[in-house]
């Protein structure tokens, strides 16, 4: 039997999750996150609908295809941070926020859907899917390093490993 580590078990995730829910990070990466999440729908409900407009029939369904992702990634990045704001007030576990069902989904691969025809798309969405993106991706990374104890693989030193060569070589 292969001893716990505390640092992935049960006890370690509900302390990273509370740890980072009560932190500075987190309540910055809340702002800029909810103020993407608004920032998209202000653009969609507004000058969103005049940019499709302007676009023929590929670039319309295009255009809705585009919105209709965005618009997902971005309310399940926002129900993350919720869940995480929640824990950070106190109103939920670490341990409830750690069930899957207030876990991030990982994103889907998806097939591009631009350029569509002769439209282009529009700056301003794809200027907000790719930030999007990358929120979702950051998030992901953090929903894995905080429920998971996952971290980044160590790269290894080439320098070390020449080091260790030697060292063999010439016994030291």
Do not use: I
Request: charged share 25%.
């Amino acid at each position: 039997m292969s001893p716990v580590d505390p640092q992935t078990s049960g006890a370690g995730a509900e302390r990273r999750v509370a740890d980072f829910a009560a932190s500075e990070l987190f309540r910055r990466l809340f702002r800029d996150g909810m103020d993407l999440v608004e920032e998209t729908a202000s653009y969609l409900d507004g000058a969103g609908r005049e940019d499709a407009k302007r676009l023929g029939r590929s670039g319309a369904l295009a255009y809705a295809s585009e919105s209709m992702s965005l618009t997902t990634q971005l309310m399940q990045c926002a129900s993350w941070l919720l869940t995480q704001r929640a824990v950070a007030e106190g109103d939920m576990t670490p341990g409830e926020a750690s069930e899957q069902r207030y876990r991030l989904t990982p994103a889907r691969q998806k097939d591009p859907v631009w350029p569509a025809g002769d439209d282009p798309c529009p700056p301003r969405l794809g200027d907000l899917a790719a930030r999007a993106a990358t929120l979702h991706e950051r998030l992901s990374r953090l929903d894995r390093t905080l429920f998971d104890g996952e971290t980044a693989p160590e790269t290894p030193n080439p320098v070390a490993g020449q080091l260790s060569r030697l060292h063999e070589a010439f016994g030291r």
